[in-house]
């Protein structure tokens, strides 16, 4: 048993004084709550630390551009693309003897006549022959006259006996012969005349000279390169492809705009012929585009042409949208737990603002509308919404 200490009061009572068994376990009970504070101290700022670890190692949700789908009304557009022709584009050249171009009457962009001289060869040698020939018909026009004249008298005379009938058939023989001799120098003379004209290069129709091929002094043969291109009337039109699944849509006489490289200007034209047939290599079909002449439309020149169908309402993807592998066209849409879901898709044209999409997508998609390749299906991703149709 411990012991204890009585003092006396002042009062004249008595006082037990508190051991010190009762001070040391004071001093245990605030030790014990101490460590408590502490623990719990470190516990939370464990957590804290543990929770921002986590925090810290988990993978950021990647942001991505969504466009919502949208309809609208848009035109059915048919492109041509092609170059720029005459529409009668004939070749002239020498259809005579060869000879040397001796002068030269045109130039390139000259409009001229039907039988307007364009060129004309050396015909030293053929001159020559057309006199020699004229003479030579001469010769025998009057060779068959006299023989004519003998044969008359004959027939004259023979009716009294004074001729024989062996005579007279001689004289009428020989003014035939003699006719026949007139008739083949004529002839002669005609080729010589005709191998003469064709020494000058004349205009078959009224046109605009394209292209002059020739000079001065150089040897002109038939069957060698043209010396002039002539366009017949000066007509030209564009000469272009379009695709195989949009020939179908074209139709004679529908209006087309025309325009050239760098020039903002558009032209006026209208579908003059379509082709027959879709070449096997580019799968493409021809079409012709008839336009009206302009200085400024030069054969040769590239061109492009839209032609306007129709219009209908439509669903347009920006083109980034629309993603490409060996299953087909599809997009990446963002489900409503935020997630990436592909959707396949038939793309029905190109519009100025995107694609045109035949169904796969509805009216309330949301569909990722840029950097859809980096993403995998079933990511986590944050939408942000843009214009649809942008």
Known sequence: MLDRVVNAAPDGGIRIAGSWLTARRAIWLLVAVAIAVVALLALRLTQALTVKDSAANRP??????????????????????????????????????????????????????????????????????????????????????????????????????????????????TAVTAEAKVKVAAAQLAEAQARLGRAQVRAPVDGTILTRNVEVGQTATPGGEALFRLSQGGEIELRGQVAEQDLPLLKIGQPVSVMLTGNSRVYQGHVRLLGAVIDPQTRLGTVRVALSPDPNLRPGAFARADVTISNAERVVLPQTAVLTDDKGSYVFVVNAQNRIERRGVRVSGIVQNGVTIADGVGAKDQVVATAGAFLQLGELVKPISLAAGS
């Open 60 to 173: 950021a949700v990647p942001a991505v551009s969504v466009t919502q789908v949208g309809v609208s009304a848009l035109p059915t557009t048919v492109n041509i693309v092609g170059t720029i022709a005459a529409r009668y584009d004939m070749p002239i050249g020498v259809d005579g003897e060869p000879g040397r171009v001796e002068a030269i009457y045109v130039e390139a962009g000259d409009h001229v006549k039907r039988g307007q001289l364009l060129a004309r060869l050396n015909v030293s040698v053929l001159q020559p022959q057309v006199a020699n020939l004229a003479a030579a018909l001469d010769q025998s026009k009057a060779e068959a006259q006299l023989a004519e004249a003998e044969y008359r008298r004959a027939e004259a005379v023979g009716a009294s006996g004074a001729l024989s009938v062996e005579e007279t058939e001689r004289r009428r023989s």
